[in-house]
């Protein structure tokens, strides 16, 4: 009886652990920066990016100024500590108090459809 208790207890813990919204920053690359992010509204959808693939909103991507396009970066919400990685294929954001901008998905994974505009760190993706 005690082996199943703590058994349930692993299994439990373990599984826990799977849900957790952030990576630890060990788990996460290099630091890239701190600032402002928003997300593409659903009018963009089936347009071209500045990297020349067709937006698509159920895709985890985005736009940065000057990150190079393919480059996989570690977005995470500083307010809930969600995290998600995205792909960036465009330019932008446009807004000068905006770091970058994430699609619909990825808004999503961040929650951030409510508030719009949140607080984001940036990292390289941990490979």
Known sequence: ???RSAT?????????????SARPE????AFISEGLASYYGPE????RTASGEVFDPSKLTGAHRSIQFGTCVTVVNVQNRRSV???INDRG???K?????VSRAAA?????IAAGVVTVRLYLCAR
Do not use: Q
């Open 8 to 20: 349930a207890a692993i299994v439990l813990f373990g599984a826990a652990g799977c849900y957790r």
């Open 108 to 112: 999503e994974k961040l929650g951030m």
């Open 26 to 29: 060990a788990e996460r690359g």
């Open 93 to 95: 954001p446009f807004s």
């Open 44 to 47: 963009l959808e089936g347009h």
């Open 1 to 3: 009886m005690v082996w």
């Open 85 to 87: 990685d995205v792909r």
């Open 97 to 101: 108090n905006r770091i970058l901008d």
